[in-house]
C-alpha cells in the first residue's frame, strides 16, 4: 500500500510539474511573439505605450544578422559610439493587441533611404553603460561600470510636438561624422489607432532620418554645422517646424554666416 501511494505521488507531482511547464511556456509574451512574427525574424523590443492600455508597439527584425559578441574596441568610432554591438537586417515597428500585430511598417534605412528595395541597416543592440546612458535614456552609471555592456532600448519616448493626439518616440541611429547623430522620429496616433514616421521635408526632398535631429516639445528643430566642425568655414543653421496638418517636419529657412 504504502509503494502504491508513493507511486502515485510521483505521477502527481509530474503532472503537476507538466501542468506548470505547459502554463509558462503558453504565456510567455517572447515565445508568445515569436509565433506571431514572421518566421525567421528576430523579436528586438516590446514596450508599452504611455497612457495606452492594452496596446504595445513592438520592433522586430528580418533577416537579422547579430554581431557574435560586444566588443568594447568597436565603441570608440564615432559610428560605433551609438552602434556597440549592433544587429543587421529590416527593421519593423507594429502595434500590439490582443496577441495579433497591426499597422506594421518598415523603419527606412539610413544607408538606403529612398530605396524600398533595400532597407537593410544596422542599430543598437548593446552598447557601454555609459553610451547607454548619453544616447538611449539609460540609467546613470558610475566611473567603474562606465563601460559595462548593457541592452538598450531603441524606443524612446518624448513630447517632441503640441499635438495631444499623438505619442511621440525617437530612435537612435549611428553617427556619420563624430558629434552627428542621426535620429529618426514617429508617433502613435491615437485617433486613428496607427504609427507613423514623421518625414523631414526639405522641397521636392523627402527623408526621415536627420543628422542631430532633435526637436523642442513645441516641434521645432535646428540643426547644422559650426564653425570649425569637421573643418567648416560657414556657421549653418537650419530651421524645421512639425506641422500637424503633414504629420511632418518642414523645413522653413536656413541661416549661413561667414566663419572670422
Known amino acids: 500500500m504504502k509503494k502504491f501511494k508513493r507511486v502515485l505521488l510521483i505521477i502527481l507531482l509530474l503532472v503537476i510539474g507538466l501542468i506548470v511547464i505547459w502554463y509558462f511556456s503558453n504565456n510567455n509574451p517572447q515565445?508568445?511573439?515569436?509565433?506571431?512574427?514572421?518566421?525567421?525574424?528576430?523579436?528586438r523590443e516590446v514596450k508599452?505605450?504611455?497612457?495606452?492600455?492594452?496596446?504595445?508597439?513592438?520592433?522586430?527584425?528580418?533577416?537579422?544578422?547579430?554581431?557574435?559578441?560586444?566588443?568594447?574596441?568597436?565603441?570608440?568610432?564615432c559610428s560605433g559610439s551609438t552602434l556597440g554591438q549592433s544587429i543587421e537586417?529590416?527593421?519593423?515597428?507594429?502595434?500590439?493587441?490582443?496577441?495579433?500585430?497591426?499597422?506594421?511598417?518598415?523603419?527606412?534605412?539610413?544607408?538606403?533611404?529612398?530605396?524600398?528595395?533595400?532597407?537593410?541597416?544596422?542599430?543598437a543592440f548593446k552598447n557601454t553603460?555609459?553610451?547607454?546612458?548619453?544616447?538611449?535614456?539609460?540609467?546613470?552609471?558610475?566611473?567603474?561600470?562606465?563601460?559595462?555592456?548593457?541592452?538598450?532600448?531603441?524606443i524612446q519616448f518624448g513630447e517632441f510636438n503640441t499635438q495631444k493626439s499623438l505619442v511621440d518616440f525617437v530612435i537612435t541611429g549611428p553617427q556619420e561624422v563624430c558629434g552627428h547623430t542621426s535620429y529618426l522620429h514617429g508617433g502613435y496616433d491615437?485617433?486613428?489607432?496607427?504609427?507613423?514616421?514623421?518625414?523631414?521635408?526639405?522641397?521636392d526632398k523627402k527623408y526621415f532620418w536627420g543628422d542631430n535631429f532633435s526637436p523642442s516639445k513645441y516641434g521645432e528643430v535646428i540643426n547644422g554645422w559650426t564653425c570649425g566642425?569637421?573643418?567648416?568655414?560657414?556657421?549653418?543653421?537650419?530651421?524645421?517646424?512639425?506641422?500637424?496638418?503633414?504629420?511632418?517636419?518642414?523645413?522653413y529657412k536656413s541661416d549661413i554666416k561667414e566663419c572670422r
Open 48 to 77: 508599452d505605450i504611455p497612457d495606452i492600455k492594452d496596446i504595445k508597439i513592438i520592433v522586430y527584425i528580418e533577416q537579422p544578422i547579430i554581431e557574435k559578441e560586444f566588443n568594447l574596441a568597436n565603441t570608440t568610432s
Open 89 to 123: 537586417g529590416v527593421y519593423h515597428l507594429a502595434l500590439l493587441k490582443n496577441n495579433a500585430l497591426y499597422s506594421d511598417i518598415i523603419i527606412p534605412s539610413y544607408i538606403n533611404e529612398g530605396n524600398q528595395e533595400n532597407n537593410k541597416q544596422q542599430l
Open 229 to 251: 566642425d569637421h573643418g567648416a568655414d560657414t556657421d549653418e543653421s537650419n530651421y524645421y517646424k512639425f506641422e500637424a496638418t503633414a504629420s511632418a517636419y518642414m523645413f
Open 129 to 154: 553603460k555609459a553610451m547607454a546612458y548619453y544616447y538611449f535614456s539609460g540609467d546613470k552609471f558610475n566611473e567603474r561600470e562606465r563601460n559595462s555592456p548593457v541592452d538598450v532600448s531603441l
Open 190 to 203: 491615437t485617433q486613428s489607432d496607427k504609427l507613423i514616421l514623421y518625414p523631414i521635408v526639405n522641397g
Open 31 to 43: 515565445r508568445n511573439l515569436s509565433k506571431i512574427i514572421p518566421n525567421g525574424s528576430y523579436l
